[in-house]
């Protein structure tokens, strides 16, 4: 996956965040749920992005650092719609699985470029 599919797949994952808080009910729980579910969930692309344009690799590790946050943070608030019976497994599964599948790729790539930096340092 290219890092532009990988763009557009966060970017993706952000709107679907937005229209499943818009689901949520009303409720005191609902609202607190929300609040802390689009903000995790949108940094996701947005952080990525930012990762995208940093200046150096250390740096470019550090901020995917903060998208693997910010996905297993949302990646919580999903499971806790669930656990607390929310909404129904099946509005929410799919999203879910589409945080545990970015938290994945971005521990991944995260390794990778821990490794790729680790090897350039060894080198100079």
């Known amino acids: 996956m290219t890092s532009e599919e990988l763009r557009q797949r966060t970017k993706k994952f952000s709107l679907r965040i937005i229209k499943l808080v818009d689901a949520l009910p009303k409720t005191t729980s609902g609202k607190a749920i929300a609040g802390q579910l689009v903000r995790s969930g949108t940094s996701v692309g947005a952080n990525y992005r930012a990762a995208l344009r940093a200046r150096s690799k250390p740096e470019f590790v550090s901020k995917v650092g903060v998208v693997i946050e910010e996905s297993d943070e949302a990646l919580f608030w999903l499971d806790l719609i669930i656990e607390a019976e929310i909404l129904p497994e099946c509005k929410v599964a799919h999203l879910r699985k589409e945080a ?25």
């Open 100 to 124: 545990d599948e970015l938290l994945s790729i971005f521990c991944a790539t995260k390794a990778s470029a821990q490794k790729n930096l680790k090897s350039a340092n060894l080198k100079s």
